[in-house]
């Protein structure tokens, strides 16, 4: 494989080593004779929120499970807040979260005593810095399950026994959180509390947040970094507007003059505009400029690995430096 780096990445100073939650090198998986990873490396630094996107079957569970520590690696290293994932203990496991796909079990608990019951866990590794587990009431006001805290967590609805799972993944205040499709059953506004609250955890308080998800919209909203697995690598790696922007960098143009739609593509949009202006002004109406989407990018990505695949073409990876 041919790896395109940009201008920029190697000089990028090495972060120090306590800011470096995340450090995965070379990570193999098979299963049986199928191999699954084949050579998967990135590094989230502390505060990062990073979406790991790709298609059905593409490893994205297996990753995150191999990080969790659930599940034992075929080759690679691998370092979770400074750890091998596979050795682990409990004092290393108390600051992780694990938000998991579906969750279906103390059906008969009412929310509040699950949630003070599980919190009670974390509270031997409380620190000056880190005080865990997060006050109960707080919590269900966090996560806008404060109405419905006396209720038992078989009464609760689909969305609301969502919250339920997210409350559970963060009652420990984790230093690192893993969320595989956290919204899936949310209506748009606890879609959108969730996203403040994603924000929240990664902005006040330091939390490194890997999630997967299959809702590109948001994964632009969320994340720092986009990583995009396809074929058992990381194909890309970098912010969700810079790779928007490398892979189609015409923007579309749109407007009507005179009754009549015209449409345009230019690479300087800006330019192209002051033209239009300064030719037709006042007469230019309707107008739209549509940038290349996160959608568009992760299309045009995968299509082009899949067909690489198939030809036995090299693909390219698209590695873009810290824009933060
Ligand atoms: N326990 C297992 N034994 C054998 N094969 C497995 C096992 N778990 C997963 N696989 C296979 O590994 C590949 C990756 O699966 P994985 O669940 O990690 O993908 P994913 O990217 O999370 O997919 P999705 O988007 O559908 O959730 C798939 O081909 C799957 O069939």
Redesign the pocket.
């Known amino acids: 494989m041919t790896a395109v780096h940009l201008a920029g990445v190697d000089a990028a100073p090495h972060p120090p080593d306590d800011d470096l939650v995340l450090d995965v090198r070379d990570l193999r998986m098979r299963?049986?004779t199928?191999d699954?990873l084949h050579g998967v490396s990135f590094t989230a630094r502390r505060g990062e929120v990073l979406a790991l996107l790709?298609p059905?079957?593409?490893?994205?569970?297996?990753t995150i499970e191999i990080l969790e520590g659930f599940r034992m690696r075929s080759a690679g290293e691998v370092r979770v807040l400074g750890a091998d994932p596979g050795r682990g203990d409990e004092r290393w496991r108390s600051r992780l979260g694990v938000v998991l796909q579906s969750w279906r079990d103390h059906g008969k608990w009412r929310v509040r005593d699950l949630l003070s019951h599980l919190g009670d866990f974390y509270a031997p590794y409380s620190t000056d810095r880190v005080r865990r587990p997060w006050p109960v009431d707080e919590l269900l006001a966090t996560v806008g399950l404060a109405a419905h805290a006396d209720k038992r967590v078989h009464q609760l609805s689909g969305g609301q026994r969502r919250r339920l799972d997210v409350a559970v993944g963060i009652v420990g205040r984790p230093e690192l959180l893993f969320l595989d499709e956290p919204t899936v059953g949310f209506d748009p506004a606890a879609r959108r509390e969730f996203h403040e609250l994603v924000h929240r955890l990664a902005d006040l308080d330091s939390t490194t947040i890997l999630l997967?998800t299959?809702d590109l919209d948001e994964a632009e909203k969320l994340a720092d970094r986009i990583l995009l697995l396809a074929g058992g690598r990381i194909i890309a790696d970098g912010s969700p507007h810079e790779l928007a922007r490398r892979v189609a960098g015409d923007a579309e143009i749109r407007w009507s003059r005179d009754g009549e739609r015209f449409v345009h593509a230019a690479a300087d949009a800006t330019g192209f505009l002051r033209e239009l202006f300064r030719q037709h002004g006042d007469a230019v109406q309707e107008l739209e400029v549509r940038r290349a989407s996160l959608e568009d990018a992760y299309m045009a990505l995968v299509y082009e690995q899949e067909s690489g695949a198939r030809t036995g073409a090299a693909a390219r990876v698209w590695q873009t430096g810290d824009e933060r």
């Open positions: 299963y049986g199928v699954v790709g059905n079957g593409a490893g994205k569970t297996t997967t299959h």
